[in-house]
């Protein structure tokens, strides 16, 4: 999945490191996961889920201004998680009412 993901990445324009990419495929694999269970998605291919959810996540990230954010309804971590993985150095705050999400957004934080 890395090798797939490094060529969307590539596709994009966008340049991260490997430990980056590295995280961005455990949190797919994580979301595939739980979304088995818990049905946090309705895209069910890994494949898919690094261009609808990570790539589509991630390009906004040069347009971003400030380093404090906050992801209102983030469901399972879309944007948020990707863009706190390519934006180290900002915070993110993320907001869910649901709590199948909220448990997997702390099983994703720990």
């Not at 180290?88 to 448990?103: I, N, Q, W």
Request: charged content about 15%; aromatic content about 6%.
């Amino acid at each position: 999945m890395i090798n797939t993901l490094t060529s969307l990445l590539q596709a994009a324009g966008i340049s991260l490191s490997d430990q980056q990419k590295q995280q961005l495929v455990a949190y797919v694999g994580l979301l595939d996961k739980w979304n088995k269970a818990y049905n946090l998605t309705s895209v069910r291919d890994p494949q898919q889920m690094l261009v609808r959810h990570i790539l589509d996540s991630i390009v906004v990230a040069p347009h971003l201004q400030g380093s404090r954010f906050i992801d209102v309804g983030t469901g399972p971590g879309l944007p948020g998680i990707p863009l706190a993985i390519v934006m180290p150095d900002a915070h993110f705050t993320l907001l869910d009412s649901l709590g199948k999400r909220v448990r997997f957004l702390r099983q994703v934080s720990a």
